[in-house]
């Protein structure tokens, strides 16, 4: 994603997220799973999806939490999250739970990620249902985690979820806000995010593929130039 955030509504920022960034990083995670020899770089492709996801969800969240339908949105996230994390990885292992870790420091930084937190109507208990989620991803996430991150207003919060905090590397919310993944498409489909190549996933780009739904949204049809959204390669057929 860019460094800078783009005029775009939340809407748009929902829609591509709902639409477009979680089924991609879910079905990489089925490619992982399975251990398809055809897409040997699969888990490499998956970190990379990860790391867009959350550090989309968290760069745009603001313009998203209004939204009636966030935390719908936000559950099917935390479940693709989950499901990035079922497989024999070790890179994954590590890189998944490191990301969910710092999105959750910095939403808590921000005043989003508290015991309070419910989505718009008030009929959902996000902090709740986070933490039930994130769970599954790495037992080392629990509300504990965000005393021990010395995060003010967070020193007495218990841990309602059992597990203690180690394992999973820390970057501060300052660190985790200024690091974001910049992905620029080449020729051919190939794909660059923060320096790394990835053949497996033909984006398009990220940008294009929410321009396109803003485009929409507003009943035109045109695509923008460089991309057509964000798809996967499917299997060759045997």
Request: charged share 15%; with cysteine; aromatic share 4%.
């Amino acid at each position: 994603m860019s460094s800078e955030s783009l005029l775009l509504s939340g809407t748009v920022w929902l829609r591509t997220l709902t639409d477009i960034i979680t089924p991609l990083t879910g079905e990489l995670a089925g490619y992982v799973s399975s251990r398809n020899k055809s897409y040997p770089g699969a888990d490499k492709s998956l970190r990379l999806a990860v790391q867009c996801l959350t550090k989309t969800a968290l760069q745009y969240m603001s313009l998203m939490l209004p939204l009636p339908g966030f935390a719908e949105a936000w559950s099917r996230m935390l479940v693709t999250l989950q499901a990035a994390t079922k497989n024999q990885s070790e890179e994954l292992a590590e890189a998944v739970p490191e990301c969910v870790k710092n999105m959750l420091l910095v939403m808590a930084a921000k005043g989003i990620l508290v015991p309070e937190w419910r989505d718009v109507g008030g009929k959902h208990n996000l902090w709740d249902l986070t933490w039930a989620k994130v769970k599954v991803v790495s037992q080392s996430l629990v509300p504990s985690m965000l005393a021990s991150s010395s995060i003010p207003g967070f020193g007495d919060v218990n841990n309602e979820s059992g597990g203690g905090g180690g394992g999973v590397g820390v970057a501060t919310a300052q660190q985790q806000q200024e690091e974001v993944a910049v992905v620029n498409t080449g020729a051919n489909g190939v794909v660059e995010v923060d320096g790394d190549i990835v053949h497996e996933v033909v984006l398009g780009d990220v940008v294009d593929a929410a321009a396109a739904v803003a485009a929409e949204g507003m009943g035109g049809g045109a695509q923008p130039q460089g991309g057509a959204g964000l798809q996967v390669l499917e299997p060759p057929q045997v």
